[in-house]
Every structure is written in structure tokens, then in C-alpha cells.
């Protein structure tokens, strides 16, 4: 199980990086000034005539910008949907639920698509909490307030931000332990291991 997560982990870079590369060329075809500075800061650094060239590459490739966006997300979700069903009997077998409940293969597949949509909220709000609460968005609330020198008022929201990404941290492994297993497990058992998850998972966000 830990291989197959891992591949499906891979496999997902491709459709990433298309999801990537789209939204960088719509951005490109909605700016035609930065557009055309990217084109004269690569025509610099190329030899002469090569800039023409790759000028009328570039064009093709942000015509082709929503296409291959689409792509990418429908092989995103495939490989996403993947990893997710893998990683749930993965987590099933670590609570040693060997043999899985007998269901349709639709409701199985739906039930994943729903933990994968469910995991990314989760993971995005976790994430959105601390780059929020412990970035720049926290020095405005302290000038707004008349708090912007006040450094013990920065320590107590850089505080409080950490307590936030914890808890919230907390609660996302406490549903991926208890709930994404096949057959799911009390609240109770959870509640160590989500701790020790939650730990890890702000060390990273903060790094």
C-alpha cells in the first residue's frame, strides 16, 4: 500500500504541473504588458532569430491553455481518486480491518471520490488558516486595531494562530483516523494518534 501511495503521489505531479502551466498561460492571456515583457526578457537572453521562434511557440501554447487545463484536471482527479482509495485501505489495514466491507464498486468509488473532496477542503482550510493568521494579514489586523507597535499584541496573535492551525490540524486527522478507514473506527482511538499528526503537520507548514 505504502508503494501504490506513493506512485499515485508521482503520477500526480503530471496532471499538477498541466494545472500549472494553464494558469500561468490564462493569466499570461488576460495581461498582454506582461506578456510582452516576458517575451522581451526571453528574446535578451536567446541568440538572434530564436526569439521569433519561440515567441510564436509561446502563443500556441497559451491558445491551448484551456485544454490543457481541462486535462490536466480529469487526470488529476483520476490520480487523486487513486491515491485516496489506496490510502483508505491502507488505513484500514492499520487498524486491522484485513478483510473490507463487501460493496458495490459505484458506492465504493463514490465514497472515496467524496474523502478526496472532503481531505482537499479540510487540507486547504488548515492551510489557508495559518498562512493567513501568522502572515502579513496579521500586522493589518494589529495597525487597524492601533496595535501595529505593540509587540507583545503580535506574540499573543502569532499565539493564537498557532493554537488555531493546531486545532484545526487536530480535527482534519482526527476524521482522516477515524473515518476514512473502510470500516470506521471509535473518535477515541483517534484521538492520540491526530495529535501527534496535527504536531507534525504544523512543524511543516510553519518550515
Do not use: C
Not at 500556441?60 to 487545463?69: D, R
Not at 480529469?74 to 480491518?97: E, K, Y
Amino acid at each position: 500500500y505504502a508503494a501504490a501511495i506513493t506512485y499515485f503521489s508521482i503520477l500526480a505531479l503530471v496532471p499538477l504541473l498541466m494545472v500549472a502551466f494553464a494558469s500561468v498561460a490564462l493569466v499570461l492571456r488576460s495581461s498582454p504588458d506582461l506578456l510582452a515583457q516576458l517575451k522581451a526578457q526571453i528574446g535578451k537572453a536567446l541568440p538572434a532569430g530564436l526569439d521569433q521562434t519561440l515567441s510564436s511557440v509561446i502563443d500556441q501554447a497559451i491558445t491551448s491553455a484551456t485544454t490543457v487545463g481541462v486535462v490536466g484536471m480529469v487526470f488529476a482527479l483520476v490520480a487523486g481518486l487513486g491515491w485516496m482509495t489506496n490510502f483508505r485501505d491502507a488505513l484500514s489495514v492499520q487498524w486491522g480491518h484485513d478483510q473490507p466491507p463487501s460493496t458495490s464498486y459505484l458506492r465504493r468509488l463514490g465514497a472515496d471520490l467524496a474523502s478526496l473532496f472532503g481531505l482537499g477542503l479540510a487540507m486547504a482550510l488548515s492551510y489557508g488558516l495559518t498562512a493567513v493568521a501568522g502572515g502579513g494579514f496579521a500586522g493589518q489586523i494589529l495597525g487597524y486595531v492601533g496595535l501595529g507597535d505593540a509587540g507583545w499584541a503580535a506574540w499573543l496573535l502569532e499565539l493564537l494562530a498557532l493554537v488555531l492551525g493546531l486545532v484545526s490540524n487536530w480535527l482534519v486527522f482526527l476524521w482522516v483516523f477515524a473515518r476514512l478507514p473502510r470500516e470506521p473506527v471509535t473518535w477515541r482511538s483517534a484521538i492520540v494518534a491526530a495529535i501527534a499528526a496535527a504536531v507534525g503537520l504544523e512543524v511543516i507548514k510553519r518550515v
